[in-house]
Structures are given as structure tokens and as C-alpha cells.
């Protein structure tokens, strides 16, 4: 070990074995231990000359490490000694591509330990599918909303000629191939935003009306039977609900919906019918699988999956059952927010 007295070789040997980086920091903010990994990471962001102890040991870290790090150490140094609890820190190396995961933990009274692990290539293909899910919001995207303005116009100008109905038919079918190309994009786009959304107490009739306001439900009779609730949610619950509304309006067959809350407890359920065909037994489990579609006019396979993955993501689940009107019936549980 590099060196602190009393600690034996076979401990050096261990650390000096091990992928990720291993250090120790002592209350006077000096370098009391480095393994061999954690030197050559300093060198290699250029922070020392070589991997060598003698540039880090007894050393400050105020010698190596800039004044802004500095900032940051000594704040987690005093947090983990205080609460006695491990904290969690990515780093970006300022030399090069390389990223870090610092586990600053608790040695003794007075020494932290922190394991540094690699994670450079989790954050490349972070970085990747950023640029993949950029490309796809935005530069095809563009491409499929002008295709569909050009098959407007098509159909504009094919309207007063002599086409046989086959003709006709392929248009309509190239424009909805267009349509549920960006309804997929759209989808896509909401589960990435929703990763890392905030999750607070929001109020559910708010959702539930805004989740029916944008459907478009002509013809349709909807029965509202719905508490005022707060409700444990980030914002895309109003997309949920929304899916699971359109569901019904497109797919059901049914002229009729019911959306009605109950109190269980911890959990508040809403139940949102239809006095459609209803969901078979056998197809209830596949209706949350990626890409699972019943039919020729089954969507994207998306709309679902989606919710499963909304409502998940808040504590909640969903279900599938029969409907009192006939059709499905789609049962959400929502975690309830504590009343002051």
C-alpha cells in the first residue's frame, strides 16, 4: 500500500489487482493511500507526471486536483463523515473522453475511502442514443410531417380525376404508414423524456380532464365519475391516460367510456371502460409487450407499452379486466400522496 503504517502488503496486493480505482483521503485532506489504477488515472488526466506514489502521497489534494474540485471534495469528504453514508459521484476527466463513478464511503472516524469505477462506455452509448433520439425528434421527424403535406396535396389534385379506387386506396394507405411513423417517433420521445422526470403531488381530475380534452372523441358519451385526488406522478401520467383513451376510441368499437376513481388505501385506482369488444383473456399480458399488435389496425404496438412504462415508473401498475358497459376495462393504481 502507498503507505500508511501498520497496513500490510497482501491489502496493497488486493487493491493493485482490481479494475477500479482505490483511494483513501484523511481529515486533512491529504492522500494517505492510491492503488496503481488510481495513479494512472491521475497521470493519465494530467494531473501528475507519471503514475508514481511519490507525486500523490502526504500530498494535499489541493496540489493535484483543481480549485473547483477542491470545492466538491471537501463537501462529500464532510457529508460521508457526518452521516456516515456512502454518496455517489460521476466525474468527467478534463484531458480526455473518460468518465468516472466515485463511491466516497466511510473508513474510520476520519478517513474516507473512495472506489472510482470506469464507466466510460456507458456514458458513450448515453451519448449515442442521445444523438440517435435527436435525430429521430427532430430530422425525421421534419421528413415524415413534409411527406405528409405532399400527400395533402396529392389527394387534393387526384380528388376530381379518374383513378380507379385501388389507387385511391394506396394513397390513403402510404399517408396512415406516414401518420403512424410519427405517433412511434412521439412515443419514443415520451419514454426517453420520462426517465429522470420529477415525480411529485399533482392532482389527478387535472390529468384525467387534460387526458380527455385532447382526445378526439366524436360521437363519443363519456361518463366522468371522478374524486379530486393528489396523487404521487410526474407529467407524463397525461399521456398514459391519453393512450389509454384513444385505445378505446380507435380500437374498441364501443360509442360509450366511463372513467371512475376508488380509494384503496395507499393506492388510488382509476378505472377507465368501454362499452366496446373488450381485450380476450389470452391477449390481457401481451397488451404491455413491446410491439404487440392485434390485427392489421393494431397501431403502432406502442400505446400500451408506453403506459405500462409511465405508470411503473410512478410505483403504479395496470390491469386489464371485463367492463360492467360490455368492453375493457383498463384499471391504473396510483400511489396516493400524503394528506398534511
Known amino acids: 500500500m502507498k503507505k500508511k503504517a501498520g497496513e500490510g502488503t497482501m491489502l496493497e496486493e488486493i487493491f493493485d489487482s482490481v479494475e477500479d480505482s482505490v483511494y483513501v483521503i484523511d481529515d486533512e485532506m491529504k492522500y494517505v493511500f492510491a492503488n496503481r489504477e488510481h495513479l494512472e488515472r491521475l497521470s493519465e488526466d494530467g494531473k501528475i507526471p507519471d503514475p508514481e506514489e511519490d507525486y500523490v502521497l502526504d500530498k494535499g ?5 483543481s480549485e473547483k474540485e ?7 469528504f464532510e457529508r460521508v463523515l457526518e452521516d456516515r453514508e456512502s454518496v455517489q459521484k460521476e466525474y468527467s476527466f478534463r484531458s480526455k473522453e473518460k468518465w468516472s463513478l466515485r463511491t466516497y464511503n466511510p473508513l474510520d472516524s476520519d478517513r474516507v475511502v473512495v472506489f472510482s469505477k470506469d464507466i466510460t462506455e456507458r456514458k458513450r452509448a448515453e451519448k449515442k442514443t442521445e444523438l440517435l433520439h435527436s435525430l429521430i425528434r427532430h430530422d425525421v421527424k421534419n421528413k415524415i410531417q413534409i411527406s405528409n403535406g405532399y400527400h395533402e396535396l396529392l389527394k387534393e389534385e387526384i380528388g376530381d380525376m379518374e383513378f380507379s379506387e385501388e389507387v385511391r386506396e ?9 401518420c403512424e411513423a410519427e405517433d412511434v417517433i412521439n412515443k419514443v420521445r415520451t419514454m426517453h423524456e420520462a426517465e429522470g422526470e ?3 403531488q399533482r392532482s389527478l381530475e387535472y390529468i384525467l380532464r387534460a387526458s380527455f380534452d385532447r382526445a378526439l372523441m366524436d360521437n363519443w358519451d363519456v361518463e366522468y365519475r371522478v374524486q379530486d385526488e393528489e396523487i404521487y406522478a410526474g407529467e407524463f401520467l397525461e399521456e398514459a391516460f391519453h393512450n389509454i ?13 366511463r372513467v371512475s376513481t376508488e380509494d384503496m388505501g395507499d393506492e388510488l385506482l382509476v378505472s377507465l371502460e368501454d362499452d366496446g369488444r373488450g381485450i380476450p383473456c389470452d391477449e390481457r399480458e401481451k397488451i404491455f409487450e413491446e410491439g404487440y399488435r392485434n390485427g392489421e389496425n393494431g397501431g403502432t404496438g406502442l400505446g400500451m407499452y ?7 415508473a410512478y410505483s403504479g401498475r395496470v390491469e386489464v379486466g371485463d367492463s360492467e358497459l360490455g368492453g375493457a376495462r383498463i384499471e391504473v393504481y396510483l400511489k396516493k400522496a400524503e394528506k398534511d
Open 70 to 76: 477542491m470545492e466538491d471534495l471537501i463537501e462529500i
Open 306 to 312: 408506453l403506459v405500462d412504462n409511465i405508470v411503473s
Open 198 to 200: 420529477e415525480i411529485r
Open 170 to 178: 394506396y394513397v390513403e394507405r402510404a399517408q396512415e404508414a406516414l
Open 61 to 65: 489534494l489541493g496540489d493535484i486536483h
Open 245 to 257: 383513451i384513444q385505445n378505446s376510441v380507435k380500437h374498441s368499437g364501443g360509442e360509450r367510456i
